[in-house]
């Protein structure tokens, strides 16, 4: 399934892309409306810097706009397509979902976004690289 190495396990456990140990969130639950972004300055396993440039993560709004397409349209298949709902009600299932999974869309959003320019190295944390 998941396994360390791909990008796909960095993507949905918010570990470093680098190392694949250290947790990139400082804390574990997505809906703590105060902790939904802050990250660890580096990894705690290789010591890689997060913050690749000033304003990196900047780019992630762009990934999270295509995200929150997604869930949008599968809130719109399983609403409207599998349950045969209305119209109406199909455009409230969206908003709901999109509203309900904001935490979650912006993370993995910073995720892909991240591993994007980053490349696993199962070295780096004997190596201790940045």
Request: hydrophobic share 40%; with cysteine; net charge positive.
């Amino acid at each position: 399934m998941l396994k360390k190495g791909s990008k796909l396990y960095s993507i949905l456990t918010g570990t470093c892309p680098k190392c694949h140990q250290g947790k990139m969130y400082r804390s574990k639950n997505a809906y703590n409306p105060t902790q939904t972004l802050k990250m660890h300055e580096n990894c705690s396993s290789c010591g890689f810097k997060y913050q690749i440039e000033p304003s990196f993560f900047y780019g992630a709004m762009y990934v999270s706009y295509a995200v929150g397409i997604a869930f949008a349209v599968a809130a719109f298949v399983i609403s409207y397509l599998f349950i045969g709902t209305t119209l109406k009600t199909s455009f409230f299932a969206i908003i709901g979902t999109l509203v309900l999974f904001m935490p979650v869309i912006m993370r993995v959003s910073r995720n892909i976004w991240i591993n994007m320019f980053v490349k696993y190295d199962p070295t780096a944390i004997k190596k201790g690289e940045a």
